[in-house]
Each structure stands twice: as C-alpha cells, then as structure tokens.
C-alpha cells in the first residue's frame, strides 16, 4: 500500500437491484486495486444480502429508507465507526449525497455532474470522474469512469458477478432442478414484471409466449419474485402446469436467484424479462437474455455487455415518445411500446439470438 492509497473506502450505492448489480463491477475493481483496503457498502435492507456474500467486503451499513430520522443518525453512526478515508458515491442523487457528506470521509468522489440523476447534489463530491464521451452512455460506462479516475492503472472489463461460493452455486443447480419442467430440453426462464411498473409487460403478454412455448414445446419456467406473486398466481391459475411449463411463484433471496441464473447459463438456457433488477442480475451471471424494452433505452440500461449474446426486444411500432424516462406512461392509450410487443416478436429475437 501506498502513501496514496486508501486504507478505507465506503461505497455508496442503496438501490435499485440492477444499479447495486452495475456497482458490483466498482467493488470487484477497487478490492483487486487496493487489496489491503477495507472496503465498507451502504445499502438499503432489502438489497444487502446480495453484497453481504461478497469475500472481501468488510462491512455492510443497512439503511432502511422508511427508518426516518433514525436510519439516518444509525447510517452516520456506522460510516464514523468505519472510519472512511473514501466515499465513493455510485448512486448520483440527493440521498446519496447525503450519505456520502455523513460518512466524514476526507475524499468524496462521484459520477460527473452531467451522469448525476440530481444533479443539484453534485456539490456534495469534492472529486467527480470525467464525463462520458460521446457515444458512451450506459450505467455500466459510467461505472468505468469511476474505476479509471479512483485506480488509473486498473485495466481490465468490470466482473459484475456476486462471487458465488461453491455451496451457493451448488444449490443453484438444485433449486433450478427441482424447478425446471420436466418434459422441456431446453426450457426459457420467463421473469414476470411488476404490473405498477411502466416498463412491465402486460399479464395477457405473458400468457401468450407460455402458450407459444408450450405448444413449440421449448417449455418455460415461470419466476415471480415477491412483487409479482399475485401476477404469477393469476399465470399459474389461467395457464396451468404441465411436463412443458413449470411456474416458480414468489422466489426469494438474491444470490439464490444469482445461482439459479449462473446455472442456467452453464446449461445454455435463456431468460426473457423487462428492464429489472432480475434481467441485470442474470446478465451478471452469464445467462443469455432476450430483454423486452419500450420506454427505456437500452443503450443506457440494457442488459451488459450490449455486444454480448443478448437480444433486445423492442415493438416494431414504437410511439414517438419511445425511448423515454419517465416512471409514468403519459401517453393516450397508456403504455403501447410495451403492449405492442407480441409473444412471436419474442420467439424471432430469441432464435436470431441463438
């Protein structure tokens, strides 16, 4: 370690799921730059499982975002304890600015003031990473940035995985046996979307690319994740099971979900889903993805890398007001980028993705 190098780095990044993905690449670069580090992550409660399992993490400050006045004076309590020399502010917006001026960390470094989703708070970093250059724009792009500008000397592509241990990736490979139908060789993971969420598929969506799986007999499991229980019940009831098509309904815990999808890479399987936290988590792991995109861009959060296998699904009548990046449709017929999309738009891009 050098007279420059930090001996203790907090990371902030609270949420989302697929941003805390893309903030996983920042933790596996800083940790292989400045291996003596002790490096810290600020995290909301629901997420923290997922970094809690990472070898070389030293500490996790849980914060929960309905604790009010108290979350915020145990986050502070915590970050002094820890002791940060750096914090490194991965979210961009006025609540991790807050976190970042609490931890008293003497450098605070973030995103460029132009990549920060508020960019109000962009004071609260005395040291922001170089703007992106045209092209470039995706989250994961950004995250680089901050890998360059913290360790100028690390090279290398951002590992985005949740570092599985032998026994985790051991139970993947049960739970997605006990799961999968038993009558598909090569059934696709469908990962249902919440219905309040504006880039969610429609319910009769899913329906018709079960049917159309089941009657290809490509078969399909099913998943729903605490968000989309009543989704997949409603699926299940309409749709049955059978030896082609299997329904997993309110799956639980984030790096049993990172091992389910690691396992269905390694048996060539593909995952369909919207812009989520799953449809990241999946990509991570190496799991080929057929990602449904209406209003948001893919460029910017498609699933990573974007040359990779991967295959964006997109209506073939898209509104003029697609891509955009409102969490509120506002368009007249509500939002037709995503219901425009047809289960045998699905079905092309998954075998043109093959």
Same mark, same amino acid.
């Given at each position: ?83 940060p020399d750096w914090c490194i502010d991965l979210q961009g917006n006025t609540k991790s600015a ?57 090279? #290398?592509?951002?590992? +985005?995985?949740? @570092?599985?241990?032998? $026994?985790? *990736?051991? =139970? /993947?490979?049960?739970? %997605? &046996? ?43 499991l099913v998943l729903s994740g605490p968000a989309e229980v009543e989704l997949g019940r409603r ?50 792991? #190496?799991?080929?993805? +057929?990602?449904? @995109?209406?209003?948001? $861009?893919? *460029?910017? =959060? /498609?699933?990573?890398? %974007? &040359? ?47």
């Amino acid at each position: 370690m050098t007279a420059r190098d930090p001996e203790r780095i907090l990371l902030v990044r609270l949420s989302h799921l697929g941003d805390v993905v893309h903030a996983l690449g920042v933790f596996h670069a800083l940790h292989a730059a400045f291996p003596r580090a002790a490096i810290a992550w600020a995290i909301q409660g629901e997420f923290a499982e997922l970094v809690a399992g990472l070898p070389g993490l030293a500490r996790v400050l849980r914060f929960e975002r309905r604790g009010g006045l108290g979350a915020w004076r145990r986050l502070r309590a915590e970050s002094r304890s820890f002791g940060p020399d750096w914090c490194i502010d991965l979210q961009g917006n006025t609540k991790s600015a807050a976190a970042a001026l609490l931890s008293g960390a003497a450098r605070r470094v973030g995103p460029a003031r132009a990549d920060w989703q508020e960019p109000w708070a962009a004071w609260s970093a005395r040291d922001r990473a170089p703007a992106l250059v045209a092209p470039a724009r995706h989250a994961m792009q950004r995250m680089q940035a901050l890998v360059t500008h913290l360790a100028p000397g690390w090279t #290398g592509p951002l590992r +985005l995985d949740a @570092a599985l241990a032998a $026994d985790e *990736l051991v =139970t /993947g490979e049960r739970l %997605l &046996a006990e799961h999968l139908p038993r009558g598909a060789r090569a059934p696709w993971l469908l990962h249902l979307s919440s219905p309040e969420d504006v880039r969610g598929w429609p319910e009769q969506r899913w329906g018709e690319l079960i049917e159309r799986l089941r009657a290809e007999s490509r078969g399909a499991l099913v998943l729903s994740g605490p968000a989309e229980v009543e989704l997949g019940r409603r699926l299940e009831r309409a749709h049955g099971a059978d030896a082609l098509v299997a329904h997993w309904i309110g799956q639980r815990g984030l790096r049993a979900l990172a091992a389910v999808f690691s396992a269905a890479a390694r048996r060539g399987l593909a995952l369909v889903a919207c812009d989520s936290g799953p449809m990241h988590l999946a990509a991570a792991h #190496g799991l080929r993805v +057929l990602a449904l @995109a209406g209003p948001q $861009d893919a *460029l910017r =959060t /498609g699933p990573w890398p %974007l &040359a990779d296998a991967h295959a964006i699904v997109r209506s073939s009548t898209p509104p003029a007001c697609a891509p955009c990046l409102s969490q509120r449709c506002r368009h007249a017929q509500g939002p037709v980028c995503m219901s425009a999309i047809g289960a045998a738009d699905v079905l092309a891009a998954g075998t043109r993705a093959q």
